[in-house]
Every structure is written in structure tokens, then in C-alpha cells.
């Protein structure tokens, strides 16, 4: 039993990093899974990034599409980064971070926010103006959580 302490320690530790969930939602594609977060505003659509075209921002990996969006985001990140870190404006107001897909989608009041699916923006939208606000007041907190 005494050897097995140890091994149960490790697999405590590997099972908390993994669970981590940084301020930004992340894939291994990098920042809202390689999306171009300029793209929504300037082309209406989801578009993915290319990899060579990248910049780090809250330490995390962001890819664009053309090399104006990318200036685009480094001279302003606040205004095209989506709001809760690119996690799910739904689940935000809820209290928790949730992954996204990119095109569930919606631009309010000049910000871009993201939801888990289709289904769940549909729902969002009924009363986005609730949603925000709540899910504004949760990010705070939330946003430390991992």
C-alpha cells in the first residue's frame, strides 16, 4: 500500500493539469480551435486561421486568415477577441465555462460571442439580453476558475 501512495499522488497531479481550463477557451489548433475571431466581424463567417499566420495573446496561440487580420487583432484584441475567452455565452451566464463551436455564433453590440452548438445559441438568443448580463457579472469569477 505504501508504494502505491506515490502512484496515486501522480495520477492526482496529471488528472488536475489536465482538467485546467485556461482564461481562453484552447485546442490544440490554439485559441477558439484556430478560428479566425476577425473573420466574424469582417466576413460575417467563421474562418479558419492558418498557422503561419499567428500571434500570442493572453498566452495563448491566435490564427488568422490574412495577415490584415491579423494586424487587425494586435492593434485591438479587446475588440475582436469573443467575450468570455471564447467559452460559451450560455454556460457563462449559467456559471461555467463550456467548449464552443464556431459557427454558433453571434455579433451584439459590436462583440463577438461564441455557444457550445446550434441548439444552445437558439436558446441563447430567446434572451441574449439576460444571458450577457448575467454571464457579464459570472466572468469574473469564473474566468479564475480552472
Known sequence: MKRLLPLFGLVFVFAAACGQKSEIYTTPNGAIDGYDPVAYFTEGKPVVGQADLSTVW?????RFASQKNKDLFVANPEKY????GGYCAYGMA???KAKTEADAWAIVND???LNYNKQVQQDWLKEKSEMIEKADKN????????
Not at 58 to 62: A, F, S
Not at 139 to 146: G, N, T
Request: proline fraction near 9%; hydrophobic fraction near 25%; glycine fraction near 8%.
Open 81 to 84: 477577441a469573443p467575450q468570455y
Open 111 to 113: 462583440k463577438l460571442y
Open 139 to 146: 466572468w469574473p469569477e469564473v474566468s479564475k476558475k480552472q
Open 94 to 96: 449559467g456559471g461555467y
Open 58 to 62: 493572453k498566452d495563448q496561440v491566435w
